[in-house]
């Protein structure tokens, strides 16, 4: 058994001294931004938006709806940071961290952070390799981004075209980052149907990317059914340009949910969107469009189902997946709308666009997903703002509480409590108002990392948060050296 990490933990003051950053412009490629939208999630917005500024805000009243990127903002929040876009125009996307360092990706490609000093984060580089939408991932000197628009070839000079052109590439990018202000494009991997995520599995010698991908259209070549795994690349660590494919594992021999008309409004499965593992317990947890599945990964390149739910009620895609830190409870998101819906108001109602909250009962292969309550903001949102459960992570708190962040879009960031599975609550926010300039923007990725809380809002940019909670302080106390939020490590 092979476990991620195991978190240090310690007292530090949250006062780091400013390492010395200075801005630079790393240009891989030049050429066209343009990405192929994604139905199962948001399709790029249009319009940057303009820096809203990390002005202090105000709490809402209950009911209301701020101004035009207004930002609001629990009282246990403070806002410390915004840096505005590193590509204006383009959606922002993922986020992962290691050391010092946030890696931020985008669908015109990725920016490297120095959060050293939280208050005050510094552009270090900037990739420009478009292809959405570039979900992201590190490990020591290499980062993996993630492809799923059709692009003409493998390089970060290529433009987009119609996804039934047989010459079509997507799949996997490799970078050395080891020097951060010049990261270089070292290989590719190509994968059946791209990759819209991916999730890193760590082993002794090598590395294994579990690649999620789906079918939004039969027609695509790649895509064809049975679409119905994952593909699993394996990277050994000290050769990584040999990185391949190595199996596509089927998860769904039955074919999965077959959607509608069966299942009016529920998206038939033709892959996974998200998987999220737990290397310490040999777990992972998969958000698979029309199902939810938790599987035994003790052998990497042969994961094995254990369970698998539907909610052909309330569930319309399954898109991602997150652990407690007892593992014993699995929060599923649903993206109700693609991300680009307006679900966060009175008509789509509290069970819709949400979390749901499910209990790991059983042991061994007798382990069983068992449904306790769903999660959704209580704070209604303008019909203009797209808005709809994404991207979180949990807080390292500790002492049996079940504490998470998580993005919502123009939703904002949402912090909330699952310790009682059948009774969340939220317990803090940040938010902005619409959009002056219209069009989708909003938290993409929401994480919680070192102390502070980090969002990649799709139009404003990098945005960093203060969390100051009775509930929460314990976390402060754990450090890490990276965080994948796919590959959740085990909090000691």
Known sequence: MTSLHTTRVRNRSLG????????????????????????GDLVPGIGSGQNAGIAQGRDLAPGEIPGPDEIVHSSNITPLANVPSSFAGITNSDLAFQGKYAYAGSYNGFTIYDIGNPKAPKTVSQVLCPGGQNDI??????????TDSSRSDDSCNSVSQPATEKSSWEGIKIFDIKDKKNPKYIKSVETACGSHTHTLVPGGRDIYLYVASYSPNEAFPDCKPPHDGISVVKVPKKAPTQAAVVAFPILFPDGGNPGGPTNPGVSKTTGCHDITVLPSKNLAAGACMGDGILFDISEPEQPRVIDRVQDNVNFAFWHSATFNEQANKVVFTDELGGGGGATCNAATGPNRGAD???DITGSGD????AFR?????????????NCVAHNGSLIPVGGGRDIMVQAWYQGGVSIWEFTDSAQPKEIGYFERGPLSTGGTGGSWSAYYYNGHIYSNDIAKGFDVLRLDDWRTESAKRVWMDRLNVQSQPEYR
């Open 366 to 369: 007798q382990r069983k997903l």
């Open 373 to 385: 309550s769903y999660f959704k903001i209580p704070r209604h949102q303008a019909d203009t703002e």
């Open 137 to 146: 991932s590190v490990l020591g000197d290499l980062l993996f981004l993630s």
């Open 16 to 39: 780091v001294a400013v390492a010395a950053a200075g801005l630079l412009t790393t240009l891989l490629a030049a050429g066209p931004a343009a990405a192929t939208p994604d139905p």
């Open 356 to 358: 749901g909250i499910y």
